[in-house]
């Protein structure tokens, strides 16, 4: 009330000096104020405060306790000295079980290390995280931390508790398998061009130096291994710039129709010398445009054409066709290439209403057996085994088309019909394939569309 009545005379000293605007604007607020005032309950120190028993008190600390753990965005586990769990958040139960709760922790977390651990932490001692390979509901690695513990009485139990926070460690650790195991791969490749150099040297060195014959034949051989290594280098260094830049898709324009066309030219010579035709078929339009970048789609179309050309047989015909389509709907491929052949989604891309268009590359050779298709675009994984050992390659150039494919957020599919796998649908059911073949197809979102009038 006092600040009532001081409040009032501030009042009345403004209205006196003031103008009449001001005037209203100040009584409207001023009445405003009392009338909230005198509506408002009074509050004073003799109101009685709330009757709250002991076990209201503890249920409200305990729902507290348990609402701060469901709002962690990690995985958090409570635990008992016994090693169960009193209570996980959602991102735990996701994680791991929606069931833990009142179930040992080991039943989760099988480690031998886990009870060490669970009482190293009770015992107020710091202790390191521990790993723990999950097997359920799917196949994890996480990382376990415990927290000191602490004094709390939670219904369920009346003595110390501790934090468990779990962290889902799985893709880092896969990361780094692959990275290990590409570093075993890459040091095996290298190491055997390096070892048949060094004893071709030594030979040349020593009985050999003066015979001419066999030091030209060594000569040649040494001159094949020297560019198998370069090759290796080369892809390497181009399969680690693709993956580096992956996760950003291109901003500049491609011209499919142009990378096509460069690629057709530099490999008319490697045809010819096979004595395979190569055919490009193109749509009327002069262009086709892409959001990519030319250098790495004349790589991905000169790596596919190039394989497809090793395969053939002599006298057989690469055929390649740059299709225009209004809308992807999903086809790969208009038409099988081969009767039985199997198709893989390397790459999948899903249907879209806009335009795309569509490159399918495809040859008579041998075609790829069922068992390889999961593991086509693998890096070092070869699978023209009917190649000599100088042409198989590195095993690095499907790979690299994989990833510029993902880079460019494109499609990639395959079709293979392989001479020794047994036809599984239709009248043949049962027989083995008579044509064999392979056709890859890669499909892009067309950057601008077409009028459906001139689009072919």
Request: aromatic share 6%.
């Amino acid at each position: 009330m006092a600040c009532l009545i001081a409040a009032s005379v501030l009042v009345i000293a403004i209205l006196a000096s003031a103008p009449l605007s001001a005037t209203l604007a100040v009584l409207a607020v001023t009445l405003t104020l009392l009338f909230l005032y005198l509506r408002a309950p009074l509050i004073t120190k003799d109101s009685p405060a709330p009757n709250l028993s002991g076990l209201d008190v503890a249920a409200i600390r305990e729902k507290a306790f348990l609402s701060l753990v469901d709002s962690f965005p990690r995985a958090v586990a409570v635990i008992d000295r016994n090693g169960d769990v009193l209570h996980a958040n959602e991102a735990a139960k996701t994680l791991l079980s929606p069931d833990m709760v009142n179930r040992p922790a080991a039943a989760y977390l099988r480690s031998s290390e886990l009870r060490p651990r669970l009482e190293q932490a009770f015992a107020g001692e710091v202790v390191p995280a521990l790993k723990v390979h999950v097997m359920a509901p799917t196949e994890r690695i996480v990382d376990v931390d415990f927290s000191a513990p602490v004094a709390t009485q939670l219904e369920k139990t009346r003595g110390d508790i501790i934090f468990a926070v779990i962290a889902d460690r799985t893709e880092a650790s896969l990361a780094r398998e692959k990275q290990a195991d590409f570093l075993a791969n890459a040091s095996h490749e290298l190491k055997t061009p390096i070892a048949s150099l060094k004893g071709y040297i030594e030979t040349l060195r020593g009985h050999a130096k003066d015979d001419p014959k066999a030091r030209e034949m060594f000569l040649g051989i040494m001159q094949n291994q020297a560019d198998r290594m370069e090759r290796l280098v080369t892809d390497l260094l181009s399969l680690r710039k693709i993956e580096s830049s992956e996760h950003i898709a291109p901003s500049e324009q491609a011209n499919l129709r142009g990378a096509l066309e460069t690629v057709h030219d530099i490999l008319k010579p490697l045809a010819s010398e096979r004595d395979v035709s190569l055919t490009v078929s193109f749509p009327e339009q002069q262009e086709a445009m892409i959001s990519g970048k030319t250098d790495e789609c004349v790589q991905l179309f000169l790596n596919l054409m190039e394989n497809a050309i090793k395969l053939a047989p002599a006298k057989s015909t690469v055929t390649v066709t740059l299709d225009y389509l209004t809308e992807w709907k999903g086809e790969a491929f208009p038409v099988a290439v081969k009767q039985g052949a199997a198709l893989r989604r390397i790459v999948n891309i899903a249907p879209f209403d806009s335009a795309a268009w569509r490159i399918i590359i495809s040859d008579s050779g041998p075609g790829f057996s069922r068992a390889h298709l999961p593991r086509i675009g693998e890096r070092f994984y070869r699978v023209a085994g009917d190649l000599p050992a100088q042409e198989k390659g590195t095993g690095l150039g499907l790979a690299i088309v994989k990833h510029v494919v993902m880079r460019h957020r494109a499609g990639l599919f395959v079709q293979s019909a392989h001479k020794d796998d047994p036809i599984y649908f239709g009248r043949e059911a049962g027989t083995t394939i008579k044509e064999s073949g392979t056709a890859f197809s890669v499909v892009f979102a067309a950057s601008t569309p077409l009028n459906r009038e001139t689009s072919t």
